[in-house]
């Protein structure tokens, strides 16, 4: 034997002097033997779960939860200066639809809707009407009376006059903008987009299952359990966030994510069971061989995919914690129902779980056979491994190249869809009075000593001089200053010419970061100042998402290096694992830049593309796709060892393998797919560019990667797939478990993974 080398397995047919079944083995076996048990605990924990998290409620993450840096600064010296908070802003915009305005009847109009909202309870202040330079449109500002923070909730008495004065004018645009009123639209629309997620995802899965299994009962069982983790983890992601504040994008990583694993991970289960039967076992012996194979597979799978989403914490903000704590709880939870409720319910159900037949699909319930189509695509990697791993990898490789050209950004206003009416009217806002443009300018905060307070006054009425003289700043109106009670802390507004990410907006914060600010203000001695705002809130994050993919990227492999050697043995099998899911990831980013930064697809997706991706979405999808692709190779490579250890060659093993769990796979496959490309269908960006990405990546891996680059990679490898240092060799797995009446068949499976 060679130094180093460990032999996968004995050549002999004698029996295991001693057999110690797996973990998931003994959890599968317990649950077989007390089944109403189970289901009744299982039950109680997701009910336990949802009541638990409507009673303690949510926390959702406020601003200040995901401040760092210099916005972080400006946040403490804004809180030092005490200022009451700042009021929700509308606007009430005044148009012609066609031709010149006529300013008279536009001003008339203006003030007969002033006095309207002066009525109103939920109206604080109504200044004059303005009329823009080119008056060409009248504009009215309300503020609110309240808190900004639940405005949305009380905007309809305004939106509803606003409504009352177009219906009365309708030779007139007149239409009301403002931050409630958008934040109003917005939550209308996603509660939409994702009811139709829910209601289009579950008939989808429903109808690929059935396709798969042939019967009703046995489809409906995935998505069943698929949609109880779903409710558990929202449940439990509750009482987490009074821990980690809820992001908004909470619940939507929760349906995704809980959806594609959940269904997943009984799908494997199912599957192995239905394999088992077809070779002549009964229900709870073939229960009992899932779970030692299938369900240690889902056990390592979900911790992969659970580490993998703790790496997030390391970015130190509260939207990727939050949506790190959410993702672990239920791909947790999704694990916990396969290897324990699962068991129960295909012994509770027996036969019934083939009932009822769906006509020309129930014969499949009948068949484990080989599958000819994954045996034909596999004969290339077999017969030319060379050849096709590197055409292969290079054809994943040229698809990765787009992404060296990656452009991040956050999406503002301009980037959410025009189907929305409001936005229509926030782009002729913004045409006609482009200082109000929501969102876009810097918030310049300042704090100084009492005796300063004079040059600090002087030096703010310089700046504002120099920016009215500048032409990357709004020339309509100067900045606004506000002082605190005390005079020792300054907020100004400085509107910028231009949307937020524009390169006016750019140009102008870089100006007042790196010129003005220390030429004026930072001229005064004890005084300190820091920028903030939607432009700096951008900038800011790309640089601490850049900060952050090294250790999170050195985590992800790290990790996954040590799950995939502590559950192969195998330092190879663990680098291998790293490439091939480096290759597939990074592939989807390269679709991701051919779909979104340019305008090809723009008809085919219903978005307008601002020639960027989403800027947290790349270390998100990483995260994400490096986890889930762990589902399809740890399943494959699972069953190409089970054959080693049998004793059968390693090429061989590979065909068995791959072939053995193709069907199983592609169905994965097309659901995980599927649930994706549903979300690729959402209004927000944002959603689609996730949805694009994470089905693209899936689909390559679950193809391509493990059809064709994984065993093309194994087959030159050969018995060096299992190569491990001594003291590993020490601790593989015994002999294995064999039916004597048939020694060589698929159904010698491995009861032992613990120590010899």
Same mark, same amino acid.
């Given at each position: 034997m060679t130094p180093g080398v460990v032999n996968p397995a004995p050549t002999g047919h004698r029996r295991p002097h001693t057999v110690r079944t797996s973990f998931t083995s003994r959890v599968g076996r317990w649950s077989a033997n007390h089944p109403w048990l189970a289901i009744a605990a299982w039950l109680c924990f997701v009910l336990a779960s949802v009541v638990g998290g409507s009673l303690v409620g949510t926390v959702q993450a406020t601003t200040q939860d995901s401040l760092h840096g210099e916005l972080a600064r400006a946040d403490r010296i804004e809180q030092a200066g005490e200022f009451p908070e700042a009021p929700a802003a509308e606007s009430v915009l005044i148009t012609a639809r066609t031709g010149e305005l006529d300013l008279e009847r536009a001003q008339a109009v203006a003030v007969e809707l002033s006095a309207r909202m002066r009525g109103l309870p939920e109206v604080a202040r109504v200044a004059d009407p303005v009329t823009s330079l080119d008056r060409d449109a009248v504009l009215v500002e309300v503020e609110m009376t309240g808190s900004a923070n639940d405005a949305d909730t009380r905007v309809g008495p305004l939106l509803e006059a606003t409504t009352r004065a177009q219906q009365a004018y309708p030779d007139l645009w007149v239409e009301q903008v403002g931050s409630a009123s958008l934040a109003k639209a917005l939550t209308e629309t996603l509660a939409a987009d994702f009811v139709k997620a829910e209601l289009i995802s579950v008939p989808v899965a429903l109808v690929i299952l059935l396709f798969s299994f042939g019967a009703l009962i046995a489809a409906g069982v995935p998505v069943v359990l698929a949609l109880s983790a779903v409710a558990g983890a929202m449940g439990l992601a509750q009482i987490a966030s009074h821990v980690f504040p809820a992001g908004e994008l909470v619940s939507s990583i929760i349906l995704l994510i809980g959806m594609a694993v959940g269904v997943d991970y009984s799908l494997f289960y199912l599957r192995r069971e239905r394999e088992e039967r077809a070779r002549g076992r009964d229900h709870r012996s073939a229960v009992e061989v899932a779970a030692a194979t299938s369900g240690h597979a889902v056990m390592v799978s979900g911790f992969a995919v659970m580490v993998a989403m703790a790496s997030l914490f390391l970015v130190g903000d509260n939207t990727f914690s939050s949506m790190a704590t959410g993702s672990i709880l239920v791909v947790g939870v999704a694990v916990i129902g396969s290897l324990t409720v699962l068991p129960a319910i295909l012994v509770t159900l027996g036969r019934w779980v083939d009932r009822p037949r769906v006509p020309f699909l129930g014969r499949r319930i009948q068949r484990a056979e080989r599958s000819r189509f994954w045996a034909a695509v596999l004969r290339p990697a077999l017969r030319a491994p060379l050849v096709t791993f590197v055409l292969s990898a290079g054809v994943l490789v040229v698809v990765a190249v787009p992404?060296?050209?990656?452009?991040? !950004?956050?999406?503002?206003?301009?980037?959410?869809?025009?189907?929305?009416?409001?936005?229509?009217?926030?782009?002729?806002?913004?045409?006609?009075?482009?200082?109000?443009?929501?969102?876009?300018?810097?918030?310049?905060?300042?704090?100084?000593?009492?005796?300063?307070?004079?040059?600090?006054?002087?030096?703010?009425?310089?700046?504002?001089?120099?920016?009215?003289?500048?032409?990357?700043?709004?020339?309509?109106?100067?900045?606004?200053?506000? !002082?605190?009670?005390?005079?020792?802390?300054?907020?100004?507004?400085?509107?910028?010419?231009?949307?937020?990410?524009?390169?006016?907006?750019?140009?102008?914060?870089?100006?007042?970061?790196?010129?003005?600010?220390?030429?004026?203000?930072?001229?005064?001695?004890?005084?300190?100042?820091?920028?903030?705002?939607?432009?700096?809130?951008?900038?800011?994050?790309?640089?601490?998402?850049?900060?952050?993919?090294?250790?999170?990227?050195?985590?992800?492999?790290?990790?996954?290096?040590?799950?995939?050697?502590?559950?192969?043995?195998?330092?190879?099998?663990a680098l291998t694992s790293i490439l091939l899911n480096t290759i597939s990831v990074a592939a989807s980013y390269g679709l991701l830049v051919l779909v979104f930064q340019h305008t090809w697809a723009e008809d085919l997706l219903g978005f307008t593309s601002n020639g960027a991706v989403v800027s947290w979405l790349p270390l998100m999808l990483f995260v994400i796709l490096f986890g889930l692709s762990m589902d399809y190779h740890v399943f494959v490579v699972s069953r190409i060892r089970e054959a080693v250890q049998r004793g059968v060659p390693t090429r061989q093993a590979i065909e068995q393998g791959i072939v053995s769990s193709a069907s199983t796979v592609s169905s994965a496959a097309i659901i995980m797919v599927a649930v994706f490309c549903i979300f690729a269908t959402l209004s927000i960006v944002e959603f689609k560019q996730l949805g694009v990405g994470l089905a693209a990546a899936i689909l390559i891996d679950a193809t391509v990667i493990r059809a064709v680059v994984l065993p093309s990679l194994m087959r030159l490898l050969g018995e060096a797939n299992w190569w491990a240092p001594r003291f590993l060799a020490s601790r593989r797995p015994a002999h294995v478990t064999r039916h004597d009446s048939d020694p060589d068949s698929d159904t010698q499976v491995i009861l032992m993974t613990g120590d010899r």
């Open positions: 992404a060296l050209q990656m452009n991040l !950004k956050r999406p503002t206003v301009t980037d959410l869809p025009r189907s929305i009416p409001i936005l229509r009217s926030y782009d002729r806002l913004a045409e006609a009075f482009p200082s109000n443009d929501l969102g876009t300018g810097h918030v310049v905060a300042i704090r100084t000593e009492a005796a300063a307070r004079p040059l600090v006054e002087r030096e703010i009425s310089e700046l504002s001089s120099r920016i009215m003289r500048d032409s990357r700043f709004a020339q309509d109106r100067p900045p606004t200053v506000r !002082k605190s009670a005390d005079g020792t802390v300054f907020l100004a507004t400085v509107h910028v010419a231009g949307t937020s990410d524009s390169s006016e907006a750019t140009q102008s914060l870089r100006r007042l970061r790196t010129e003005l600010l220390p030429q004026t203000v930072g001229t005064v001695p004890d005084t300190e100042w820091a920028v903030a705002g939607r432009t700096a809130s951008d900038a800011d994050f790309r640089d601490q998402m850049a900060a952050a993919l090294p250790p999170v990227v050195a985590f992800v492999f790290g990790m996954t290096f040590l799950i995939m050697l502590v559950t192969f043995r195998s330092v190879v099998v």
